[in-house]
Structures are given as structure tokens and as C-alpha cells.
């Protein structure tokens, strides 16, 4: 398998930004769904909270590692029998899905660091609190921050679905370029 993408296929550094990134988007909608029925003092609160945190800022990293990957190792081309609509909607996707990777751990970054804590990353290393965010801006990452995670739920699924759709109805090898052969 190539570690760089070709004009046909992804490459393997691509499909493991891809797959990871997937995963942990998958798990902090659930592991967020979650969190929103628990209170202050439940014994898992403060844990997953700082699960959440981090995970969230792994996404951003592998974000931000994903499109500087994409300058090194462009995206292959797309399909040939994609018809024009379909080919839109695709780039669409794909520009919607990054921007939340990017958007939805910069609001949770906003809320997590607003009275000036830093962000443990598993005992890691910690993310600063580097600017003063007021309640009011608080106010506003929280709710960017739930309507973007619902939003990416959505866009998720239709991703899931539009893949499964080409590689299951159109059998046409879309699926196939990000898959493990």
C-alpha cells in the first residue's frame, strides 16, 4: 500500500486521518449525547468531561494534520462516472465536514478554557487558555458548539450513506479508494 495518495486511490496516511478522525468523531457525538444527562455530580461527569475535552482537541489536531497532508499529497481524482450534481455535493461534503473538525473543537475550546483553565490532554501536555472569553461569548461557543455537533451527526450519516450508496447501488469504487486494500 502507498503512503501517498495516487491519482486513483488514497494512500495510507490519508486513510488513517480519515479512519481515526471518523472514529473519534463518532465516539464524542456519543460519548456528548451522553454527558448532557449527567449532573454536575455524577461520578463520571468530571471524566468524561475531560475525555471530551481532549479527544475533541485530538480531532482538531488531526484536522489541521489532514490538510496540511492534503498540500503534500493531493486527494485523487474523483470518480469518472460521478454525474456533475454528485461531484458537488461530494466537495460539499467535504468542505462542510472539515470545517466542523475545525469549528466544533475551537467553540469547545472557547467554553472548556473560559475562566482561564487550561485543557489537560491526558496528562500529555495542556492547551493554554490564551485569550479572555467573557460569558457572553461562552454563551455563544455553547450553543455553536451543540448545533455544529448535531449538525455533524447529520452530515455523518448522509457521508456514511452516500458512501455505502456508491459502493453498494452504483458499485462504482468510491468506498473502495479509503478502505483497507
Known amino acids: 500500500m502507498r503512503v501517498r495518495n495516487t491519482p486513483d486511490r488514497y494512500g495510507l496516511v490519508t486513510k488513517l486521518l480519515h479512519w481515526l478522525t471518523a472514529l473519534l468523531i463518532i465516539g464524542l457525538i456519543a460519548l456528548g449525547w451522553w ?65 466542523m473538525v475545525l469549528a466544533i473543537p475551537l467553540s469547545g475550546y ?37 448545533y455544529l455537533a448535531y449538525a455533524t451527526a447529520a452530515l455523518v450519516c448522509m457521508h456514511a450513506g452516500a458512501a455505502l450508496k456508491h459502493q453498494l447501488i452504483d458499485r462504482d469504487g468510491t468506498l473502495a479508494r479509503m478502505i483497507w486494500k
Open 35 to 99: 454527558m448532557v444527562d449527567l449532573s454536575y455530580f455524577d461520578r463520571y461527569y468530571q471524566s468524561s468531561l475531560s475525555a471530551h475535552r481532549a479527544l475533541g482537541m485530538l480531532v482538531f489536531a488531526l484536522g489541521v494534520l489532514t490538510l496540511a497532508w492534503r498540500g503534500v499529497s493531493p486527494s485523487p481524482h474523483a470518480v469518472a462516472s460521478l454525474k456533475p450534481w454528485e461531484r458537488l455535493l461530494g466537495h460539499a461534503m467535504h468542505h462542510l465536514l472539515f470545517f
Open 110 to 146: 472557547l467554553i472548556s478554557t473560559s475562566a482561564g483553565q487550561a485543557i489537560d490532554v491526558f496528562g500529555w501536555f495542556e492547551i493554554p487558555a490564551v485569550i479572555k472569553v467573557g460569558s457572553e461569548l461562552r454563551d455563544i461557543a455553547i450553543e455553536v458548539h451543540f
